[in-house]
Structures are given as structure tokens and as C-alpha cells.
């Protein structure tokens, strides 16, 4: 499973750019990648991790502007069409899962 959270936040003021800086590096600290300026993504190993992530991000929200959170499959993710400039790009490839058992 995926999760991305999406995020359009208030930077007009000094102290909102610090507050949407401070977002941005808690989500990188939870293991997120940056997919696009105010878009981050990370795997998730189940639905539960999902949850936790959820509430972690809760836990860091700034005051101002509008976050969402997506989640979505394996397969889902494989469908992505992905462009940059005018080339498409190759199709995402999901991460590697290890069989314990």
C-alpha cells in the first residue's frame, strides 16, 4: 500500500513559510519521498502502518491550509503515468516485498 499526502499550505508570512518548512521535514523524517513540491509519498506495509503514519501526520499539521492524505494499492501505483516536460516517463515499479515465512 501507498500513501501520499498532498499539501497546499499558507507562505505569505515569515512565520507561516517556517511552519510549512517544518511540515515538510517531519514528513521527510517519517521516511516520506518527495514526489512533487508539495506531494510526498512512502510505502506502507499494511493497512495499520497506514493508520500510524495518519496520526503522525495529524500530530504535525500547521495551522493554515488544506492537507490530504491518499492511499492507494500496489497496482494502483503501477498505473501511474508519469511526464516530465513532454517525454513520458517509464512505468513506477513497486518496491520489493521479502517473504518471511
Not at 500510524?52 to 495529524?58: A, F, K, L, R
Request: glycine letters at 4%; one cysteine or more.
Amino acid at each position: 500500500m501507498w500513501i501520499v499526502v498532498m499539501f497546499d499550505l499558507p507562505v505569505v508570512e515569515k512565520a507561516e513559510r517556517k511552519a510549512a518548512t517544518v511540515f515538510r521535514n517531519a514528513l521527510l523524517d517519517m521516511g516520506f519521498e518527495m514526489a512533487q513540491f508539495s506531494v510526498y509519498m512512502r510505502f506502507c506495509n499494511s493497512q495499520a502502518q497506514i493508520d500510524t503514519y495518519c496520526t503522525m501526520v495529524e500530530k504535525c499539521l500547521p495551522a493554515g491550509g488544506k492537507v490530504n492524505i491518499l492511499q492507494f494499492t500496489d497496482k494502483q501505483y503501477e498505473r501511474i503515468i508519469t511526464f516530465n516536460g513532454k517525454s513520458k516517463q517509464a512505468a513506477n515499479k513497486s518496491p520489493d516485498q521479502f517473504n518471511l515465512f
